[in-house]
């Protein structure tokens, strides 16, 4: 539903637009909310939870609410539990799809899921809450038994079907969330400590003004102790900032106590673990890339996902546009097949980088080779030779990669591969090399035909085939054999990968739309 479908629908009714005169300036102007900027897959959603009834509400910071509308932040709904089932399945049908988080970040009073906004192209982030959770990132270890009296005080957005807190609401769930999150042992917020500094604040200032400090201490009052609130309702209305408020939060996780879900020892344990963990997954997810996930399971475990299709049909720029697309809510394991300027193994690294010396020893590539200065010429014995150690090491490389993707995958990770073994067509993309030459011991043409024959047993969930013209290969790879191009052209549109399924994009049009298709393509299999 666009912005404007929504407008013309009469929402809210006539008591709801009552009760939201008070909120424009807390809950968000209509005229700074344009059609243009709210995301349609954020709308159909919320409006959609809004005509089953679920009663919900935004409970974060108002002023970031534009942002989340464009699909910059989270959006974070606190659903009361006796809607909990109702809320996932109005998702489900919305579209979402639900990711899991691994079993030691993941937490049972809060689900996630995930949105694809086409014509954004961007991937919207959606928390369902059913218990007030709070505490630092890695570890929230308090669980407020606050939601009745949250939801109950909410008020509806002038504009759109969601209900937001209360000026008086958020401004304590402000205070407690700050005082229980600004602690230095978490090392995510030590990370981001000025970032997160700078967003409490903002928050603060831009909620002040509306917010009555009798009403947020007699609010308060009911909640923690008297003397409490009397600190909570002079910090919101103070001039120290939150994050030099020791005092506050000091007295705020002592009266909170009674709300950790761990005692201390066991907080300083899993503490201690989930930086271990964290810190190991994000080494992994930068530099050693093993396939083991971190952060959030695709729904109904991984898929490996490959592109391919003749050099110059752009595979680099798509895979490394994916990455960055689903990376950053999905655990992503890239995989390069090829051997060309990608991430080679270790195994293959130490021959690779000798590679410029053999080219220079041979000045001249046989007929065959699709790069270089090509002689026509049969391969010699010292070619032949290079080549047969090559191939050999090139097959084991690909068997240790094609175990290492089906593993991510079945660990729940999306694997994309910039290219994928394939044994259907001789002499064309990612094919055995030994049959490039005339004598070969049988036994290396059969270890090369059997790690070929296991990427047969191994197939891509999905298949993404940038297909173009010679002639845009040619524009993009001046130095590709013409003879060479105008065979693989037609080749590639005959390779099936049997298994597996197959989309084709036609990777002459702008790179904007090869990128689109590939992303609904990949968000159809997810």
Not at 35 to 40: G, K, M, T
Not at 322 to 344: A, C, H, M, N
């Amino acid at each position: 539903m666009t912005f404007a479908r929504y407008q013309a629908s009469g929402f809210p009714p006539s008591k709801s637009n009552s009760q939201a005169a008070s909120a424009p300036a807390i809950a968000g102007d209509p005229n700074v909310v344009r059609e243009s900027q709210v995301l349609d897959v954020l709308l159909t959603a919320l409006d959609a939870l809004r005509q089953s009834n679920v009663e919900c509400c935004y409970w974060k910071s108002s002023r970031r609410l534009q942002a989340v509308l464009l699909g910059e932040s989270d959006l974070d709904l606190l659903v009361a539990r006796s809607d909990q089932h109702l809320a996932a399945q109005v998702l489900l049908a919305c579209g979402f799809k639900r990711f899991d988080s691994v079993p030691c970040r993941s937490h049972p009073a809060i689900q996630s899921f995930l949105g694809y906004d086409e014509p954004s192209g961007r991937i919207v982030h959606l928390h369902i809450h059913f218990r007030l959770v709070v505490g630092e990132r890695l570890l929230r270890n308090y669980q407020l038994p606050w939601e009745q009296l949250i939801l109950a005080s909410t008020i509806p957005h002038p504009t759109l079907p969601i209900r937001v807190l209360d000026p008086t609401s958020e401004a304590l769930l402000l205070l407690v969330r700050a005082s229980l999150e600004f602690r230095r042992r978490d090392p995510i917020a030590l990370r981001d400590w000025r970032a997160t500094q700078e967003k409490f604040e903002l928050d603060r200032l831009h909620l002040a003004p509306h917010v009555d400090s009798r009403g947020l201490r007699d609010l308060a009052a009911k909640l923690v102790k008297d003397d409490l609130a009397e600190a909570i309702a002079g910090a919101m209305s103070g001039p120290q900032p939150l994050a030099t408020q020791h005092r506050l939060h000091r007295h705020v996780r002592k009266d909170l106590a009674v709300y950790r879900t761990y005692n201390t020892t066991e907080v300083a344990l899993r503490r201690i673990s989930r930086v271990i963990l964290w810190t190991v997954g994000s080494l992994n997810k930068r530099f050693f890339q093993v396939p083991r996930p971190w952060g959030r399971h695709a729904p109904g475990g991984g898929i490996v996902v490959a592109v391919v299709g003749i050099d110059g049909s752009g595979k680099t720029t798509l895979v490394t546009a994916i990455r960055q697309w689903l990376g950053s809510e999905v655990d992503v394991l890239p995989i390069y097949f090829g051997t060309g300027g990608g991430k080679p193994s270790l195994l293959l690294l130490p021959f690779k980088l000798l590679v410029p010396l053999a080219t220079l020893a041979l000045g001249t590539k046989p007929a065959g080779s699709s790069h270089g200065t090509v002689s026509g010429r049969a391969p010699g014995p010292f070619y032949s030779i290079l080549l047969a150690i090559w191939a050999t090491v090139v097959a084991w490389e690909k068997l240790m990669k094609l175990v290492a993707a089906r593993r991510g995958a079945d660990r729940g990770m999306v694997v994309i591969a910039d290219r994928f073994p394939q044994d259907e067509i001789g002499d064309f993309n990612d094919a055995p090399l030994l049959p490039r030459l005339a004598k070969v011991p049988t036994w290396l043409r059969r270890f090369e035909a059997d790690a070929y024959a296991f990427a047969r047993r191994l197939p891509p969930d999905l298949v993404i085939k940038l297909q173009t013209s010679s002639e845009v290969i040619m524009s993009r790879e001046p130095d590709m054999d013409p003879l060479v191009v105008q065979k693989r052209v037609p080749a590639l549109q005959r390779l099936t990968f049997r298994a597996a399924t197959v989309v084709s994009v036609d990777a002459g049009q702008p790179l904007v739309d090869v990128i689109r298709a590939a992303k609904a393509a990949i968000w159809r299999m997810l």
